[in-house]
C-alpha cells in the first residue's frame, strides 16, 4: 500500500496506517535528500534492480519505482519490509524514517477540496478515472488499484461535505467510476480464493451509491462488478444469471454491452450451454456491426466469446482467436496496445488449444512461455497461475498435444 500525493492509499476493509508523525530539522543542517533518493542509493548498494526488490517485498517494481521518484511514499508496513531486504543498519534506518516523515509533512500542503470548485473538482475526478484506466490498460493493475483507492477516499470525503446536492451527485457519480476500476484491477491479478476479500467492500460501496442517487444505471456498474467477483471465485452459475438480467432489461447499445456480453459468453462456455452461447454470440456480432468500438474494444468483446466458444470444445474458438489476433495487431498501429489484453489472449489460445487438441507440447510450451514473461513483468498473478496450470497439463498429456478438457 502507498500513500499517493492525493492522499492516503486505503483497501476497503482493510485497517488505515498512519503517516508517521514529521520530526524537525536541526538549524544548520545541509539541504537533506528525499526518500526516493535514498532508497534508490541503499537498493544500488544491495546490487539489486528494482524488479529484484519488489518481488522480495511481493509487490509490483513500478510501485519501487514510483517510491524512488517521489511520485508515492510507502506505507509503514512497506517502509519496514524495505528496510528489512535492504538489511539496513540502525543509522540508515533512522536516516530513512528522516527523510519519510520530511516528504510525509510536504504533501500535507495539499489543497482542501472545499477549495476547489464544482467544475473543477469533477474535472479532478475525471483526470484521476483516466489515469487509473491508462494503468490498467498498461499492464499496472497493482498501481491502478492503489490509486483508485487512494483517489476514492478523497471523493468520499467530498461528497460528505457540504457541497451542493447537483455536484455531490455528480461527485458520487465519479466516485462509482473509480470504485470500479478499483474492483477490475483487483480482478485482473488476484487469485479466486482472495477475491471477494478485494472486491466484496468495493462492490458494497457501489450499491450505497447507486440507492443514494436513486439511479438505475449505477446499479448496472454494481451488477458488473458483482459478476465479475462471482466469476473469478467460480460461481458462473450466479455470474451468469447477473448477465442474463442485465440483457434482458436493458437495451441494445448501452454503456455496459460489451464488457456484459463478453461475460455471458464466457460463463455460457464453462455452463456447457451452447444454444444460450449462440444466442450471446449473435448479440455480439450486432454489436460489432454498429461500429461504436476501436479495435482493442472489440478484440476485448471476441476474446469473451472466443472463450466460450473454447469452453465447449468448437473449432470455431481458434477463427475467433484468430481474428482478435488481428484486431490487437490493427489496435498496435492505433497505439491502443493493452499488455492486458495480450496476456488474456494467450490464455485463451492456450484453453482452445487444449480443448481441441491442436497443437504440439513444444508449440504450447513457446507460447505459455511468452505469456508467464508477460505475467511477471505486469505483475498478473491470477493469469500466471492459469496459464502454468495450462502448461503442466501439457507437459504431462499424451504425446503429440495438450489432453481434451472434461
Not at 535492504?86 to 534506518?93: E, G, I, T
Request: aromatic share 4%; charged share 30%.
Amino acid at each position: 500500500m502507498t500513500t499517493e500525493a492525493s492522499g492516503a492509499a486505503q483497501h476497503p476493509g482493510r485497517p488505515t496506517v498512519t503517516a508517521p508523525e514529521p520530526a524537525s530539522a536541526s538549524a544548520g543542517e545541509p539541504e537533506a535528500q528525499p526518500f526516493g533518493a535514498l532508497l534508490r542509493r541503499r537498493r544500488r548498494a544491495r546490487r539489486l534492480t528494482q524488479v529484484a526488490l519488489g518481488l522480495r517485498l511481493s509487490i509490483d517494481h513500478s510501485t519501487i519505482s514510483r517510491f524512488e521518484t517521489g511520485d508515492a511514499l510507502p506505507s509503514a508496513g512497506d517502509f519496514d519490509a524495505l528496510c528489512r531486504a535492504l538489511r539496513v543498519d540502525a543509522a540508515d534506518r533512522e536516516e530513512l524514517t528522516r527523510a519519510l516523515q520530511r516528504d510525509t509533512l510536504r504533501r500535507r500542503d495539499l489543497p482542501r477540496p472545499l477549495l476547489l470548485t464544482g467544475a473543477e473538482l469533477l474535472a479532478q475526478a475525471g483526470e484521476w478515472l483516466s489515469a487509473v484506466r491508462a494503468l490498467r490498460q498498461a499492464g499496472q493493475p497493482h498501481a491502478a488499484a492503489r490509486t483508485a483507492a487512494s483517489q476514492a477516499r478523497w471523493l468520499r470525503a467530498v461528497a460528505g461535505e457540504s457541497v451542493g446536492e447537483r455536484v455531490r451527485t455528480a461527485v458520487l457519480r465519479g466516485l462509482a467510476d473509480l470504485l470500479m476500476e478499483e474492483c477490475k484491477a483487483y480482478l485482473d491479478y488476484v487469485v479466486p480464493a482472495e477475491a471477494w476479500s478485494y472486491t466484496g467492500p468495493v462492490i458494497a460501496d457501489l450499491k450505497r451509491i447507486a440507492a443514494d442517487v436513486g439511479d438505475p444505471s449505477l446499479r448496472v456498474v454494481a451488477d458488473v462488478g458483482e459478476e465479475g467477483a462471482l466469476y473469478v471465485s467460480g460461481a458462473y452459475e450466479d455470474a451468469h444469471l447477473i448477465c442474463r438480467r442485465i440483457l434482458d432489461e436493458r437495451r441494445p447499445g448501452g454503456e455496459w454491452e460489451g464488457e456484459v456480453l463478453r461475460a455471458a459468453a464466457i460463463n455460457a462456455g464453462y455452463l456447457r450451454d451452447e444454444a444460450e452461447l449462440r444466442r450471446v454470440d449473435r448479440r455480439i456480432r450486432l454489436a460489432l456491426d454498429r461500429g461504436e468500438g476501436d479495435p482493442l474494444t472489440d478484440a476485448f468483446l471476441l476474446e469473451g466469446l472466443g472463450r466460450g466458444q473454447a469452453s465447449l470444445g468448437l473449432p470455431a474458438a481458434l477463427e475467433t482467436l484468430d481474428e482478435v489476433q488481428r484486431l490487437q495487431i490493427e489496435g498496435r498501429r492505433h497505439n491502443t496496445y493493452s499488455g492486458l489484453r495480450a496476456v488474456q489472449l494467450i490464455r485463451t489460445r492456450l484453453r482452445a488449444l487444449q480443448a481441441l487438441g491442436e497443437t504440439d507440447k513444444t508449440e504450447t510450451e513457446r507460447l505459455a512461455q511468452r505469456g508467464l514473461l508477460l505475467c511477471e513483468e505486469l505483475g498478473y498473478h491470477r493469469y500466471k497461475l492459469e496459464i502454468e496450470q495450462l502448461l503442466r497439463a501439457a507437459i504431462d498429456g499424451p504425446p503429440g498435444g495438450l489432453p481434451r478438457s472434461a
